[in-house]
């Protein structure tokens, strides 16, 4: 074989090997998905399940004031489901939580399907880390014209199209997201999103990603103020190392 014939079938096969070890994991991913949405979930199990997500996440799944952990109280159910799934066949990166997310931790598709349930229905943070606040305007017509078909009106998500809620959830972690999606790094991303946000310039990203930080969720949907979640009375919670001002204003 010519070498540069050789070469060529050597990057083919290698393209090829890659491209079928992703849709492996997309395929995996999405049948999991499908069942456990299908699935009765039982928010008890969810709640047992959830003790070894509550080391991280903490018992009341809120976000951790740098955004290094999200916001996932309040999430919309096939959200959860998605990117629980998603990251377990290795089809969203994260090394952090992935070997947490092995059967033997986690479970199949009903124990995904509980713990879905129970923490889709636990409040959400009532003073969530915010933007420095200086350009919401052209943030509120950015979300209009670009996020809202899809996000909805007020970034409540939809539970049908695994669209997710992102009102209140942690400016810093919008903006490691936003980033993410938009570089491929994230690659269970939507890519009609993916293309809408190609041409943002860092003001605009930074200005629509303060508003949706500051869109305030229904009341119903909030804790009371220094709620803590009741199911985890022994749950030593120790204080979030404290914000640097470089992680506040951008
Ligand atoms: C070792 C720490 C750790 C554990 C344990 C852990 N997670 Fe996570 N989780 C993370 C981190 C870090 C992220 C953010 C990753 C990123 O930035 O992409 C995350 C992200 C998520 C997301 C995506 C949220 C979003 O808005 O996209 C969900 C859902 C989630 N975790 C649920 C769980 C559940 C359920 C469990 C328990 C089965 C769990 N996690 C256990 C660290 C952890
Ligand atoms: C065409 C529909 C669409 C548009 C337009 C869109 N998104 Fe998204 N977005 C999605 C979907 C779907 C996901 C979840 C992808 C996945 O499955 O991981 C997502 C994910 C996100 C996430 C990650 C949330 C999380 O918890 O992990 C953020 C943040 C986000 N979008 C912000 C925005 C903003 C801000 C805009 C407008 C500038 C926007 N999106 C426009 C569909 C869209």
């Known amino acids: 074989m010519a070498p540069k014939t050789a070469i060529k079938t050597i ?104 713990v879905a349930a129970y923490i889709s229905q636990l409040p959400m943070n009532p003073s969530n880390v915010v933007g420095p606040g200086f350009d919401l305007e052209l943030g509120r017509q950015l979300y209009k014209d670009e996020c809202a078909e899809c996000h909805g009106e007020n970034g409540e998500g939809d539970s049908k199209d695994h669209i997710p809620l992102i009102q209140g959830q942690n400016y810093n972690y919008l903006i490691r997201q936003f980033e993410w999606i938009r570089s491929g790094k994230r690659r269970n991303a939507d890519q009609k999103m993916v293309k809408q946000i190609q041409r943002f310039t860092p003001r605009e990203e930074f200005a629509v990603l303060d508003y949706v930080s500051r869109i305030r969720p229904p009341q119903e949907k909030l804790a009371d103020p220094g709620w803590q979640n009741p199911d985890f009375p022994d749950f030593a919670r120790h204080p979030w190392p404290p914000l640097q001002p470089s992680q506040m204003i951008r």
């Open 11 to 114: 990057v083919l096969t290698l393209l090829a090997g890659s491209g079928n070890i992703w849709a492996d994991g997309r395929e995996e991913a999405a049948r999991e998905v499908e069942a456990a949405i299908h699935l009765t979930p039982d928010p008890e199990n969810g709640r047992k399940v959830f003790m070894v997500c509550a080391v991280c996440h903490r018992p009341e799944g809120w976000a951790s004031p740098d955004g290094m952990y999200p916001q996932i109280a309040g999430q919309q159910t096939s959200v959860l489901i998605k990117q629980l799934a998603d990251i377990r066949a290795r089809n969203r990166d994260n090394p952090t939580m992935r070997p947490f997310t092995s059967p033997r931790l986690l479970g199949g598709a009903q124990e995904i399907a509980d």
